[in-house]
């Protein structure tokens, strides 16, 4: 009886991590990186005001700001939100983005 229990048991351990690849999966797939060029950045505290304003877009994970470059790169969830919602929200705090390149 404790042979059939303990192979249960093994048996059962050895699925969950089967099912747990495939939900992780899903998740970095719908990441997506976007660098915006950033206007009217011109002092020490416009890039936190944009970094902000990016970050408080739904579905956005990461903001990173280069101020010499007037850049911001960011990292959000395409199934949560888009580059134009991201950029209207650094428009809406008086910064105008739009997608570099």
């Given at each position: 009886?404790?042979?059939?229990?303990?192979?249960?048991?093994?048996?059962?351990?050895?699925?969950?991590?089967?099912?747990?690849?495939?939900?992780?999966?899903?998740?970095?797939?719908?990441?997506?990186?976007?660098?915006?060029?950033?206007?009217?950045?011109?002092?020490?505290?416009?890039?936190?005001t944009v970094k902000r304003a990016?970050?408080?877009?739904?579905?956005?994970?990461?903001?990173?700001?280069?101020?010499?470059?007037?850049?911001?790169?960011?990292?959000?969830?395409?199934?949560?939100?888009?580059?134009?919602a991201i950029a209207a929200a650094?428009?809406?705090?008086?910064?105008?983005?739009?997608i570099a390149g």
């Open positions: 009886m404790k042979k059939i229990l303990a192979l249960v048991l093994l048996g059962l351990t050895a699925v969950a991590p089967i099912t747990a690849v495939p939900a992780a999966a899903q998740a970095v797939a719908a990441e997506q990186t976007v660098t915006f060029a950033v206007d009217n950045m011109t002092c020490a505290l416009c890039p936190i990016m970050e408080g877009v739904a579905g956005v994970r990461a903001v990173e700001i280069d101020f010499e470059a007037r850049t911001a790169t960011v990292f959000f969830d395409t199934a949560a939100t888009s580059p134009d650094s428009a809406n705090a008086g910064y105008p983005a739009r």
